[in-house]
């Protein structure tokens, strides 16, 4: 071999050197679509990446919670919801690590980057960045987390009960609501409501009720509703108070702006009249963004169903469409 032959021999040599180092690093370092972990030695960073996990979920709820009792007392609308409950969470999340950084000598950021929908409409998305350091060790994280917000009868927490705000924004100012356990009792606002846009046979909604809290409605698919002669399924889901998935139904994010319908995926739950008032055949659809339409064009009939058709006790106005959802007949 001559001496070129060394020297190449040599050059190649000295290249597999780097990429050995290459190899190594890539093999100590995490890198997902979301994720970029740097190698630390402190079991103290691993276990809070966990507990930070847990934390957003916890305070997502409780901004939420507190968000909706808000509006639930004074009627006004979150304008810009995503950004004002992103900032909400994101003052909570410093408050509680300051404390955490005092109790741990861990030097802890997590910014909160957006809370946005979910693919889930009974959740919403929080995006955010974990950094913490603790001696030599670092870890910086970024993560997305859906926080569902609608109870289901298997959460006892209070924190999950998260109260509509639609029906409190859209009815200032027609007359006072009442709430009573998990539901919201209309009194005069909703007819009042209704007839202050025109709206024909608006006093079959007199002292109509809904529910107070999000909750998943458990039938599903939805025409399982119709399946009993008795509607006894679709009864049980009205004595629930549960919600249903609904194109034309607003988001959460929505209902906290105060808007019936919105662009995304969202959520729709019966609103059910008084039972004196079914002597009419047609009336206002019983479907929430039906009946909160900002505009009478927005506000369609429906055709009265009983439970009972000789004693009713109770019955709803409902159109072509949502009868055929729900697995309802059309006569």
């Not at 507990?51 to 006004?76: A, F, K, P, W, Y």
């Not at 410093?94 to 030097?107: V, W």
Request: charged share 20%; net charge negative.
């Amino acid at each position: 071999m001559d001496n070129k032959g060394y020297v190449m021999g040599g050059i190649a040599f000295l290249l597999i050197i780097p990429a050995l180092i290459l190899a190594n690093i890539l093999a100590s370092a995490v890198i997902t679509d979301e994720v970029h972990i740097i190698p630390f030695k402190s079991d103290k960073l691993h276990q809070l990446s966990g507990d930070v996990e847990s934390n957003i979920s916890l305070i997502t709820l409780q901004i939420l919670n507190e968000t909706s009792d808000t509006v639930s007392r004074t009627g006004e609308p979150v304008p810009n919801s995503k950004f004002i409950i992103k900032s909400r969470i994101q003052s909570k999340i410093d408050e509680s690590y300051l404390e955490y950084q005092r109790e741990t000598g861990i030097n802890v950021t997590c910014k909160i980057n957006s809370v946005d929908n979910s693919k889930d409409p009974y959740k919403v998305c929080v995006n955010y960045t974990l950094y913490a350091n603790y001696h030599e060790g670092y870890i910086a994280k970024n993560m997305s987390q859906d926080v569902q917000f609608a109870c289901s009868d298997f959460t006892d927490s209070q924190t999950c009960k998260i109260k509509d705000p639609l029906p409190f924004i859209k009815l200032k100012g027609y007359g006072s609501l009442k709430t009573e356990g998990d539901t919201i009792f209309y009194g005069a606002s909703l007819s009042n409501y209704l007839k202050s846009k025109g709206i024909e046979n608006s006093t079959a909604y007199d002292n109509a009720s809904s529910p107070l809290y999000f909750k998943r409605c458990p039938y599903d698919p939805y025409p399982f509703h119709g399946h009993s002669n008795s509607y006894s399924t679709l009864k049980n889901c009205i004595d629930n108070g549960y919600y249903h998935l609904s194109a034309a139904g607003p988001c959460i994010f929505c209902r906290f702006e105060g808007n019936s319908v919105c662009n995304h995926t969202g959520l729709e739950t019966f609103v059910v009249p008084g039972t004196s008032n079914l002597s009419c055949e047609y009336a206002p659809c019983s479907v929430d963004h039906v009946i909160f339409g900002a505009s009478p064009s927005e506000i369609y009939l429906g055709k009265l169903l009983s439970y009972d058709s000789n004693t009713p006790q109770w019955g709803m106005f409902l159109d072509k469409g949502h009868r055929d959802k729900y697995g309802l007949p059309c006569d």
